[in-house]
């Protein structure tokens, strides 16, 4: 699918090492903005662009071209902000009990009040704290399921482009046996083996989404290693563990740094699908998809115990999805979604 | 093409034994005993648990148990559910109608739905159509599916009580279950009425099931047309004066079917995966449901079979799209 990343000269010039001056690197960019404002529209750039020092403003005149994108990152930082600053944002605790309250509607609604703005739910506590203090597990739960599938997947990825032979066989055999089974059904078993709880579901996950960095990383690799500038670093005298992660890993990122946006979000949606069965975090956390489930009963009588954590989730996911459209269309737009 | 099928069943072959192996080793992997473990807080004799322990053949070794289990899959035996002491193969396909009747209805919605969408898309490519019917998939593509479901839930059971809120017919109409289908035993029975509830309880968890895979779809065929549409064949069409509908409908879309094609067949495992939370939901008697309350009552050996029987439905299907897909385009032979 992307067997047309060639690279410019120029660019897989800078792509053979740090031994590429900085200022090479950067008159190539410079070349390239003049090309595309005087071509206007984005036609054909020779986009090989990894996320590195001087190929970042090349990215991001790509990158902010699309609006959904910028909108989604908007979004998205909006969403961490919230997350970091939880303490001080919330107006209540997310796990005090107000008795005198309980599933009290949101404050424009007839016997809903200031003190808790998007209502309480069915043992009084503020639903506006939880949401805020649910933005950390959402952020926490992405970045840690990301971190070790991506690690895990890559390395494994690596290992197998490059060893060829049994070696690769046995490890795509085995990502083969991990992607037949439905990656829900796959994290709701282990999480069963392993217990319920927020890590394990984590956990359960990573292992779920990780075969797909395995197959994004060999596909990548055996693509780069027959070029020539793999080649002259292998004469030059370059090591296995050097070739790998210093001159072929750089040029195989585009792909799984699109890949960890998607996943990010499908790791917020699993693990609040687990959350909602009752196998992921568990009450009182106030986790999006723990909240639902707590709100079930409550479906046909309080709107708001179920609306708002939901709504929570889908803008998360939405804004991940549409940053990760973007990151894809300015890193390589030859790499289409299935 | 027959090389192409016997490699591709010699893919399918170890995959299985794979999966085998991964669904036989869930109950060994467990923490603790599995009998003690199922029998939970009561705790058992010690005479009956020597009994279970032959009766499930932990006393063995693990190569022999593993050769008894798959030898037994391949009699169709799953072994006893641990709380209904039922065959778990006759458990299973008692309830796996149902789920296929759902996920049948769901495909057929994301289809019916989802084509139309990309074709329109593709053909308005940039325009404000192409831009709300891909921001609307994006938005389908993102939703978290269980909380899509309470809000249907909401509108159309709690405001405007359209739609029953569980199971698969009101308690009205009983009639034997022949086919296992609801839609197509209500319509034997001749009862009036039974059909109408059918398709009442139908509706909302097909179209919860449904979202994600129309928002594939819809994405699929806009990106598939496009890429077709910039073909010379296609420029060839429109140049002979040949009618937008019948170039973009007749000679555009046969080819850029064949990707959606590959979509649908694909979306085996996210429908499985969208029933758990679906039928959990919606109370519906199928397989995901079945697969959720075993796990919460700890009846492993259902949890196992069930594990292994929708792998190997999702191995089937996809090896037989990839066969397909082979037949439609021998590109892909090679």
């Known amino acids: 699918m992307a067997t047309d990343k060639t690279p410019g000269p120029s660019l897989s010039g800078g792509a053979a090492g740090p031994h590429g001056g900085q200022s090479a690197v950067d008159t190539d960019v410079g070349s390239q903005q003049v090309t595309e404002s005087s071509a206007g529209s984005r036609e054909k750039p020779p986009v090989n662009a990894q996320v590195r020092p001087g190929r970042f403003r090349e990215f991001w005149s790509y990158f902010v071209e699309n609006r959904g994108a ?143 960095y395995v197959r994004l990383t060999r596909a990548a690799v055996l693509q780069e290693l027959p070029r020539d500038y793999v080649t002259s670093a292998r004469v030059v005298g370059a090591g296995p563990l050097r070739l790998m992660f210093v001159t072929v890993l750089p040029n195989c990122l585009a792909p799984i740094i699109v890949q960890a946006a998607l996943s990010f979000s499908t790791a917020i949606l699993d693990a609040a699908a687990l959350g909602f069965l009752g196998l992921g975090a568990q009450p009182p956390t106030p986790e999006w998809g723990t909240m639902l489930a707590d709100s079930r009963e409550f479906v046909l009588r309080a709107w708001w115990v179920v609306t708002f954590p939901g709504i929570a989730i889908l803008v998360n996911v939405l804004a991940i999805n549409l940053m990760g459209d973007g990151l894809r269309d300015a890193l390589d737009p030859k790499l289409k979604r299935s | 093409m027959l090389s192409f099928m016997l490699r591709r069943l010699g893919t399918f072959i170890p995959t299985f034994i794979g999966v085998s192996i991964v669904s036989f080793l869930f109950i060994r992997l467990l923490p603790g005993d599995p009998i003690l473990l199922m029998a939970g807080e009561r705790g058992m004799s010690d005479e009956r648990y020597a009994q279970l322990m032959t009766q499930f053949g932990f006393d063995k070794p693990l190569l022999t148990q593993y050769w008894d289990y798959i030898t037994g899959i391949l009699r169709g035996d799953l072994g006893i559910s641990f709380k209904t002491k039922r065959p778990v193969w006759d458990e299973f396909f008692a309830l796996f109608p149902a789920t296929l009747e759902l996920s049948l209805c769901a495909i057929v919605f994301a289809v019916l739905l989802g084509i139309p969408s990309g074709i329109i898309a593709a053909v308005n490519r940039g325009k404000w159509p192409d831009q709300m019917l891909m921001s609307t998939a994006l938005v389908g593509y993102s939703m978290p599916i269980f909380w899509w479901a309470l809000l249907l839930i909401i509108l159309f059971s709690g405001l405007l009580g359209w739609t029953p809120v569980s199971g698969r017919i009101s308690l009205m109409y009983f009639f034997p279950t022949e086919s296992g289908f609801m839609l197509i035993d209500s319509l034997r029975s001749g009862q009036s009425g039974a059909f109408a509830s059918a398709v009442q309880h139908l509706i909302l968890p097909t179209i919860v099931l449904g979202t994600i895979p129309l928002a594939v779809i819809a994405r699929q065929t806009r990106s598939a047309m496009l890429e077709v549409l910039s073909e010379d064949y296609v420029r060839t069409a429109r140049a002979k004066g040949l009618s937008p509908l019948r170039v973009n409908g007749l000679h555009a879309l046969r080819n850029a079917l064949i990707p959606v094609i590959t979509v649908i067949g694909l979306s085996v495992g996210t429908l499985m995966a969208g029933a758990i939370l679906t039928e959990t939901i919606f109370s519906w008697p199928g397989i995901g449901k079945w697969m959720v309350e075993g796990i919460g009552s700890r009846d492993y050996t259902a949890v196992q079979g069930g594990l292994l029987m929708i792998a190997v439905i999702v191995m089937v299907v996809n090896l037989v799209v990839d066969v397909l897909y082979g037949l439609i385009n021998p590109k892909i032979r090679r």
């Open chain 1, 70 to 212: 910028v909108v989604g990152l908007v979004v998205f930082v909006t969403f961490v902000l919230i997350a970091l600053f939880a303490d001080i944002l919330a107006p209540h605790s997310p796990t005090e009990q107000y008795r005198s309250a309980l599933l009290q509607p949101p404050a424009w609604q007839d016997g809903g009040t200031r003190q808790f703005l998007l209502g309480t739910d069915a043992v009084g506590r503020d639903l506006l704290s939880r949401l805020i203090h649910g933005a950390r597990y959402s952020f926490f739960i992405g970045v840690i399921v990301v971190v070790i599938a991506a690690s895990s997947g890559v390395m494994i990825g690596l290992i197998a482009g490059f060893a060829r032979g049994w070696v690769d066989t046995l490890i795509m055999r085995l990502m083969d046996i991990l992607l037949a089974f439905p990656s829900l059904l796959l994290a709701l078993v282990m999480v069963a083996i392993l217990g319920p709880s927020l890590i394990n579901a984590m956990i359960a996950i990573a292992i779920v989404l990780q075969p797909h």
